[in-house]
């Protein structure tokens, strides 16, 4: 199995689930969408990555906020309320008959394309969602064994050409440094910022714990995660100092702990970074007394 912060355990129910495709439910196998669709073509499109947890999706407002923003910032319309694609979500799981460890993707470009082009004016359809449901609990085992991180030499882009706030389909880049850090023996990439300072992961944010302080990036260069944003939240509510700055690989290679956060994985240890070992090289107290309030912090959530 690959190693990584989106391991998964197998689940055999995953070959038979019904995918969401512009208000059908399609076989997993015949789930299809037209090769003139504006995603396929030029990665026009944005997404989110939702938990349900319990019969609930967490932290739903937060992903529905940071979806409509997305949308705003690329022109794309939505032809729904919030409401209703929540709906539409809960409508998948639903048919799936999926309550808990369940990871769901909501997809939306801005539609279908009259011939291969970027100009959104040749768009002939309104937006086609897609959203795929699947039964996914994290690897428990890739939580203890921690992951390895390689600095990628692609940095993150600065804000006035593709801003990493944005969710959308294009994220080459990122897959290039993935591409980077796996020839490097890594699992996933560390990447800094347009100024050289630490930022974040191709798929997930960074955090640093040193002295007993969480460190992060300003968030200027980075994904705008829930998760991320969760966990500074819980180190707030429960008096752990938490500070957004700038910081070196210098600092970081320094650090006691280092973790990456995500929706799939929640908090996952770093062990490694550039062949370096972090702090003792274990799931280190901090982190696991983060994962375990950001856990809490669910829970919360789906009974408010």
Same mark, same amino acid.
């Given at each position: 199995?690959?190693?990584?912060?989106? !391991?998964?355990?197998?689940?055999?129910?995953?070959?038979?689930?019904?995918?969401?495709? !512009?208000?059908?439910?399609?076989?997993?196998?015949?789930?299809?969408?037209?090769?003139?669709?504006?995603?396929?073509?030029?990665?026009?499109?944005?997404?989110?990555?939702?938990?349900?947890?319990?019969?609930?999706?967490?932290?739903?407002?937060?992903?529905?906020?940071?979806?409509?923003?997305?949308?705003?910032?690329?022109?794309? $319309?939505?032809?729904?309320?919030?409401?209703?694609?929540?709906?539409?979500?809960?409508?998948?799981?639903?048919? !799936?008959?999926?309550?808990?460890?369940?990871?769901?993707?909501?997809?939306?470009?801005?539609?279908?394309?009259?011939?291969?082009?970027?100009?959104?004016?040749?768009?002939?359809?309104?937006?086609?969602?897609?959203?795929?449901?699947?039964?996914?609990?994290?690897?428990?085992?890739?939580?203890?064994?921690?992951?390895?991180?390689?600095?990628?030499?692609?940095?993150?882009?600065?804000?006035?050409?593709?801003?990493?706030?944005?969710?959308?389909?294009?994220?080459?880049?990122?897959? %290039?440094?993935?591409? %980077?850090?796996?020839?490097?023996?890594?699992?996933?990439?560390?990447?800094?910022?347009?100024?050289?300072?630490?930022?974040?992961?191709?798929?997930?944010?960074?955090?640093?714990?040193?002295?007993?302080?969480?460190?992060?990036?300003?968030?200027?260069?980075?994904? $705008?995660?829930?998760?991320?944003?969760?966990?500074?939240?819980?180190?707030?509510?429960?008096?752990?100092?938490?500070? %957004?700055?700038?910081?070196?690989?210098?600092?970081?290679?320094?650090?006691?702990?280092?973790?990456?956060?995500?929706?799939?994985?929640?908090?996952?240890?770093?062990?490694?970074?550039?062949?370096?070992?972090?702090?003792?090289?274990? +799931?280190?107290?901090?982190?696991?007394?983060?994962?375990?309030? +950001?856990?809490?912090?669910?829970?919360?959530?789906?009974?408010?």
């Amino acid at each position: 199995m690959v190693h990584g912060t989106h !391991n998964a355990e197998h689940d055999a129910r995953n070959e038979t689930v019904k995918i969401y495709v !512009n208000g059908e439910f399609l076989p997993r196998s015949e789930a299809k969408i037209s090769v003139f669709d504006s995603g396929y073509l030029i990665g026009d499109g944005i997404w989110e990555g939702i938990r349900l947890h319990k019969g609930k999706l967490a932290f739903i407002d937060d992903h529905m906020k940071r979806l409509w923003e997305a949308s705003k910032s690329t022109g794309i $319309n939505l032809p729904w309320t919030k409401t209703e694609l929540i709906e539409l979500i809960y409508k998948t799981c639903k048919e !799936n008959d999926m309550h808990d460890e369940v990871h769901v993707r909501a997809m939306i470009t801005r539609g279908i394309k009259k011939t291969p082009s970027q100009d959104p004016r040749l768009t002939i359809s309104g937006p086609n969602l897609v959203i795929i449901a699947e039964h996914k609990k994290a690897s428990n085992e890739t939580k203890e064994k921690g992951v390895k991180l390689f600095t990628s030499t692609i940095r993150r882009g600065s804000p006035d050409y593709l801003d990493p706030k944005l969710n959308c389909h294009s994220k080459l880049h990122e897959v %290039q440094a993935l591409i %980077q850090a796996i020839e490097a023996g890594a699992d996933e990439a560390l990447m800094l910022d347009i100024n050289g300072f630490v930022c974040t992961c191709n798929a997930t944010n960074f955090f640093t714990v040193k002295n007993n302080e969480v460190w992060t990036s300003t968030g200027q260069y980075c994904m $705008n995660g829930i998760t991320r944003a969760k966990v500074i939240e819980v180190c707030e509510k429960h008096g752990i100092k938490c500070r %957004q700055k700038d910081f070196s690989l210098y600092d970081t290679y320094g650090a006691d702990e280092a973790f990456v956060t995500g929706t799939f994985g929640g908090l996952t240890p770093v062990i490694k970074i550039d062949g370096k070992q972090i702090g003792n090289g274990k +799931y280190g107290t901090m982190t696991k007394k983060l994962s375990e309030l +950001y856990n809490d912090l669910i829970e919360e959530s789906i009974h408010g």
